[in-house]
């Protein structure tokens, strides 16, 4: 417990130090409410903060699976309550609501209940934009050192990991990785901002825009589609660093490390960004038929269609136009935010090769019911998958299943209608929030956020938590054998 109450102290005072965003936005902006208030739980959390660690920094019990997957179980909603205090007091919202939009945020899923942004302080749309860059950041974290390590949901395991920090050098290389991802979290952030300002997009909407974008968060500060205030080129930029957020970081590493071998053996990440430019050209030509062939040419159509495909495929779910995503059949809508981007990224979803493997391995059972003594062992991307990898997958389909089930009775129950209920589950357990409400009659829209019931945001918040943490880390803690046992 100790080792848990300690990693959260860091966790919040990274939290405090993020609050620097909307402190100078709220002095920028002559907004004295929002400056006080920020300052004022800054400054309470953080000395709440170093306290803890102050106390606790000398211990020395090694953090075991079970800590690290209660961190990651818990870390998202404590994070959540301290964060829905600003947006508690300045967008005059109950308590419940803030905390759901700050969830939203930091799981990056990008649900709102706030109805007209125009009305609300620029300090608490900061703030939520920060919330959602930092909650990318610690889903980065999260997977490469704790969910990828214990192999989660079949997750391609690494050799470092969070557990591993019982001595010295350990420590050291844990530490060195954690500032490895945020610096390179960081460089990317500031090259999408660089290109938005080239693009003649204003500083303020820069940052904001940029680290939503590589974060894949999807809040944006404007009511309004994207292609009202950001330019064509700067529109190709979100789409550059949209594929940017929903690609392995791993891959990125590959790239940057010149590692040619291990680059031509991967896969996912080739066919995710192959099927954002088929899903593009798709889209474009739809975007031209719903407009009557008006647009000004085809490059604008497949432009603004390859903006939506890498919207949807990364689970931003950036509206890039007032047709959004409704020009695809809802089946297909459903479909592809289910699936969401790649592993070891912020995209949500089940991810691409997780859907890649259960192809591989129908096709090898087809093939082994025409060959029984046949030796055919499954080989994707350049390595052996064994039997517990593939069950790792196996369990974690089964888990979404269930979720998405139970998220759906709930949303039924308390009176939404099916189709809704189904996509806005879908949304909340891939964290591509946007979509929702993307129907395919944009005149029958469904019913706004602020319309559920307690109940319904609930199952939706819970849901946002077991889509960000891969479900099974949460099915795991809830282990009771283990619980009698201790």
């Given at each position: 417990m100790p080792t848990i109450v300690l990693h959260l102290a860091f966790l919040t005072a990274g939290l405090c130090g993020l609050m620097v965003f909307p402190v100078l936005t709220a002095m920028s902006r002559g907004e004295s409410p929002g400056l006080a208030v920020f300052l004022s739980v800054a400054l309470v959390a953080a000395g709440i903060s170093f306290a803890l660690?102050?106390?606790?920094?000398g211990i020395t019990v090694p953090a075991r699976r079970v800590h690290a997957l209660s961190l990651v179980?818990?870390?998202?909603?404590?994070?959540?309550?301290?964060?829905?205090?600003?947006?508690?007091?300045l967008a005059e919202m109950p308590f419940a609501e803030a905390v759901f939009e700050a969830l939203s945020a930091l799981t990056t899923t990008g649900f709102t209940l706030i109805g007209n942004l125009d009305a609300v302080p620029a300090s608490v749309l900061s703030w939520r934009t920060g919330l959602q860059w930092y909650g990318g950041f610690l889903a980065l974290l999260a997977v490469t050192l704790i969910l990828a390590p214990l192999a989660i949901g079949g997750l391609p395991q690494r050799r470092l990991s969070f557990m591993d920090d019982s001595d010295r050098s350990r420590q050291f290389r844990l530490t060195s990785q954690i500032r490895l991802i945020g610096m390179a979290y960081l460089a990317t952030t500031l090259a999408c901002v660089l290109w938005l300002l080239f693009s003649s997009v204003s500083p303020f909407d820069a940052v904001n825009l940029s680290m939503a974008t590589v974060s894949t968060g999807g809040m944006t500060i404007y009511d309004r589609p994207i292609d009202t205030y950001v330019p064509p080129v700067g529109q190709i930029g979100l789409i550059v660093f949209m594929i940017i957020g929903g690609t392995s970081i791993i891959w990125q590493g590959m790239i940057l490390r010149g590692d040619r071998e291990q680059l031509i053996r991967h896969r996912e990440s080739y066919y995710g960004i192959g099927l954002i430019v088929l899903l593009g050209l798709v889209i474009g030509e739809l975007y031209n038929v719903a407009s009557d062939r008006t647009l000004p040419d085809l490059l604008t159509a497949m432009r603004e269609g390859i903006f939506a495909a890498a919207s949807l495929v990364s689970t931003t779910g950036y509206h890039v136009r007032e047709e959004s995503f409704s020009v695809l059949p809802v089946g297909v809508l459903f479909a592809l935010v289910l699936i969401g981007g790649c592993a070891m990224s912020t995209a949500g979803g089940l991810k691409l090769f997780r859907i890649g493997i259960l192809s591989a391995?129908?096709?090898?059972?087809?093939?082994?019911?025409?060959?029984?003594?046949g030796v055919d062992p499954l080989a994707v991307g350049g390595r052996r998958w064994e039997r517990y990898a593939l069950q790792g997958i196996y369990a974690m389909v089964l888990a979404f299943a269930l979720a998405l089930a139970l998220t759906v009775a709930v949303l039924s129950y308390q009176g939404l209608a099916f189709e809704p209920s189904l996509i806005a589950a879908i949304a909340a357990l891939s964290n591509a929030g946007p979509v929702y409400g993307a129907g395919p009659d944009a005149g029958q829209p469904w019913p706004a956020l602020t319309a559920l019931p307690p109940a319904s945001l609930a199952a939706l918040s819970a849901a946002m938590v077991l889509g960000r943490i891969e479900l099974l880390a949460m099915f795991s803690i809830l282990n009771f054998a283990y619980w009698r046992s201790r």
């Open positions: 660690i102050a106390a606790l920094r179980c818990i870390a998202w909603p404590v994070l959540a309550v301290i964060a829905a205090i600003p947006i508690w007091f391995q129908a096709v090898r059972e087809l093939s082994l019911s025409l060959f029984p003594h």
